[in-house]
C-alpha cells in the first residue's frame, strides 16, 4: 500500500489538539477521515464557549477543520453509550467514589467503538490528540507521558487494551501545547486559539 492507501480515522472534538492531529496525518499523505462523537447532551452557546469538547458549536468546528483539511467527515450519534457514562458517573458519586468519567470515554467509546468504526471503513487504525506517547518495547505497546508534562494524557489510556494501543496513533504526543497552537495558526485552522 501507498501512504494515500492507509486509512486513519481520527477523533475530532472540535478543539486545537485532535484538530492538529488530523492535520498532521493528512500532511502525511494518509486518507483521513474525522469522526465527531455526538453525545446527545446540549451545551447552550455561553458553555459552549467555555473548555468543552461535545457541543453543537463544537461538531461544527471539527467539520470546518475537516472541510480545510480537505478530509472526509462523519458525525456518529453515541447518545445512548454517552447516556451510560452518565449513569456511571452519577452511580459512583452515590457511593462516594470520585469518578474518572474521561478515562471511561476512552475505554468504551473512543478506543472501542471508533476503532470498530475504523475497521468498517478499512482503515489502518484510529489517532486521537492526546497528550501521551506510545512506544513499542520487547514486542509490546507500551503508553509514555507526553511532552507536555502541564498536558500529560496518558492517565486516561491506563484501561486500554494493548491490541487497540497497537491501532492507535497520538500524533500531538511529542508536542507541548504552545507547538500545537503554533502548528494550528500555521496550518490556517478556526480553532488554533480556541480553548
Known sequence: MTT???RYVVAMSGGVDSSVAAWMLAREGLS???LFLRNG???DAA???KKSCCSASDARDARMVAAH???SFQAVDLKEEFGEIIRYFLAEYGRGRTPNPCAVCNLDLKFNRLLRFARELGAEGVATGHYA???IEGGRVKVRRGADTAKDQSYQLFGV???NLARTR???GDLKKSQVRELARTAGLKTAEKK
Open 133 to 135: 506517547r506510545l512506544a
Open 170 to 172: 497520538l500524533p500531538i
Open 69 to 71: 483539511l480537505g478530509i
Open 47 to 49: 458553555e459552549s464557549s
Open 161 to 163: 487494551a494493548e491490541e
Open 41 to 43: 447532551v446540549h451545551v
Open 32 to 34: 483521513v477521515v474525522g
Open 4 to 6: 494515500s492507501d492507509k
